[in-house]
């Protein structure tokens, strides 16, 4: 009932243009997680074995130790590995291997730079692992860093000392052919802070769940047209249809 003045709920300015307010940055529809980038379902680091994580990861045994050491901490998640070296988790003179193992004995602990993750292997592990826990359910998505709007994006970071950040991730988007397809892609941006990536990484994922998805059609003999629109959430399988309509 827009464009009506105070006749009826809400009240409107009777100008001729939707008010769209907060309706342009909020969303009912949101979802995390969904598979893998290679299709599979996500490994949960908090449950995977070592074995898992080599076989799925290609990453060395004591890297996958390290990350299952990484993921015991409950208040840890998988975004923290872009500021958190593999090498910090660790202490003592031997690596803390997690409980189920695999029955192997302890190793001595290998080098920080043998333990740490290069930025190929953090993209996979990123890609292909999650610290969701499964009972809690599903969990509400991140904003998409490749299709926020600018305007949303400059007003979540309005402080003129982030003014350039902005500037940055807009540029790092749209000069690349294919987006941002990692986190991992953020480093690139010249001199970022780890509370900066940090701030990113728990604010946007590269990837969108949740998809409205249209379809309209004319009969040639009575010229009527019908649109058919569907919300539908990719974020498990089979995808699921959130909300169907014709108009």
């Not at 292909?128 to 299709?147: V, Y």
């Not at 701030?199 to 004319?218: E, I, T, Y």
């Amino acid at each position: 009932n827009e464009n009506d003045g105070n006749v009826s709920a809400p009240e409107d300015d009777a100008d001729g243009a939707m008010k769209v307010a907060w309706g342009q940055l909020l969303t009912t529809y949101s979802r995390r997680g969904g598979m893998s980038d290679t299709g599979q379902e996500r490994l949960n680091l908090r449950y995977a074995t070592t074995e898992e994580l080599v076989e799925r990861l290609g990453i060395e045994e004591a890297q996958a130790d390290a990350l299952r050491a990484f993921a015991s901490n409950p208040s840890v998640t998988l975004e923290m590995l872009l500021t958190t070296s593999l090498s910090s988790t660790q202490t003592g003179s031997g690596t803390d291997v997690p409980p189920n193992a695999g029955g192997r004995q302890q190793q001595q602990q290998p080098q920080s730079s043998e333990l740490d993750l290069t930025n190929d292997q953090l993209r996979v592990v990123l890609g292909e692992c999650t610290t969701d826990d499964p009972l809690d359910g599903p969990q509400p998505g991140k904003l998409n860093i490749n299709t926020v709007s600018e305007s949303l994006l400059r007003q979540m970071f309005s402080d003129p000392s982030t003014e350039r950040l902005v500037d940055e991730i807009l540029y790092l988007r749209n000069n690349r052919g294919e987006g941002v397809t990692s986190l991992v892609d953020l480093k690139d941006i010249p001199d970022i802070q780890g509370p900066d990536l940090d701030r990113l990484a728990r604010a946007f994922d590269v990837r969108s769940n949740v998809f409205l998805v249209s379809s309209k059609g004319r009969s040639e003999s009575s010229g009527l047209e019908v649109e058919i629109v569907a919300v539908v959430d990719r974020s498990t399988l089979p995808v699921k249809i959130l909300e169907y309509r014709e108009q």
